[in-house]
């Protein structure tokens, strides 16, 4: 079943995404070169109404998809449609973190954990939301990223819920690199980063069972990979140059990366291949440290 799931979100990507793109062209939602982008052409901003659409296809037509689903799923729409206005109509930081805050203890409500941890995963998943948006700054970057953490967290143990988000984004990503024909927009990129970050909360939550607060949050730290990472160092570097956290900048990786002239497939090979081994790294701790 969740073979067959995967196949056919896979399908949804690759079929509803061009519809996303020119109906993109006709409301104007595009993305337009100047300033800190690299793109030259105006790119329709359609992809993330395409994973938004086929997640919650998903939730709905398979016969048991899990007790967290619909809260993820209600979430994942409210973190979305945010996002979307954000897109054709730039909305203030506050009130974006704001909703992604209530979003994220929304999808932590039923769990049965202690506060520390409830406080823990509060964090992380809001930080998750925005850390993929703050990554989504070069083509296929933010849905290779989410493929990888899937696929790792498929292989750690849960097929049911990963392998058709696996298929939902692969579809998407072949529309998003090489060469980008659409972008997620900021609705697409945080919905990949609460989708499946609320998703590996509820996988992992029963393994932090009387674990102290240090190890959970290097883990935490290690399986939020690259994304979580890169968005601490450079909110540090930031606030150390006296700066706002949410003014945006060029000292992300890939940025970085991408300035001293690497082509975008070796950036991207670089970026994966980092999150590979910190989220494999968490999964190690995790399954094998602490049992």
Request: glycine residues 8%; hydrophobic residues 50%; positive net charge.
């Amino acid at each position: 079943m969740a073979i067959f799931s995967a196949i056919l979100n896979f399908m949804w990507g690759i079929i509803a995404t061009p519809i996303s793109m020119k109906l993109s062209q006709t409301f104007r939602l595009m993305d337009v070169p100047g300033g800190r982008k690299k793109h030259t052409v105006v790119t329709p901003r359609g992809a993330g109404i395409v994973l938004w659409t086929g997640y919650l296809l998903w939730a709905l037509v398979n016969p048991n998809p899990g007790v967290e689903v619909p809260y993820i799923a209600s979430g994942a729409t409210l973190v979305f449609l945010v996002g979307y206005m954000d897109d054709m109509h730039p909305l203030p930081p506050l009130k974006r973190l704001v909703v992604h805050i209530l979003t994220a203890a929304w999808v932590i409500m039923p769990l049965s954990i202690p506060i520390y941890q409830r406080c823990l995963l509060l964090l992380w998943i809001t930080g998750c939301t925005n850390a993929y948006n703050f990554v989504d700054g070069m083509d296929g970057l933010a849905l290779s990223i989410a493929f990888v953490t899937s696929y790792l967290a498929y292989r750690s143990g849960n097929p049911y819920t990963w392998l058709p988000f696996c298929g939902l984004v692969a579809g998407v990503l072949l529309w998003n690199f090489p060469h980008a024909r659409t972008f997620l927009g900021d609705g697409g990129a945080t919905l990949l980063g609460y989708v499946s970050s609320s998703h590996l909360a509820w996988d992992l939550f029963p393994r932090f069972f009387n674990m102290p607060p240090l190890p959970m949050v290097l883990i935490l730290l290690l399986i939020g990979g690259v994304p979580v990472i890169d968005t601490l160092i450079v909110i540090c570097r930031r606030i150390a140059a006296r700066k706002s956290p949410f003014n945006p900048d060029r000292w992300h990786a890939h940025h970085i990366l991408l300035d001293l002239k690497l082509a975008k497939w070796q950036v991207l090979s670089v970026l994966v291949a980092a999150h590979v081994i910190l989220v494999g790294t968490g999964y190690y701790i995790l399954l094998h440290v602490y049992q």
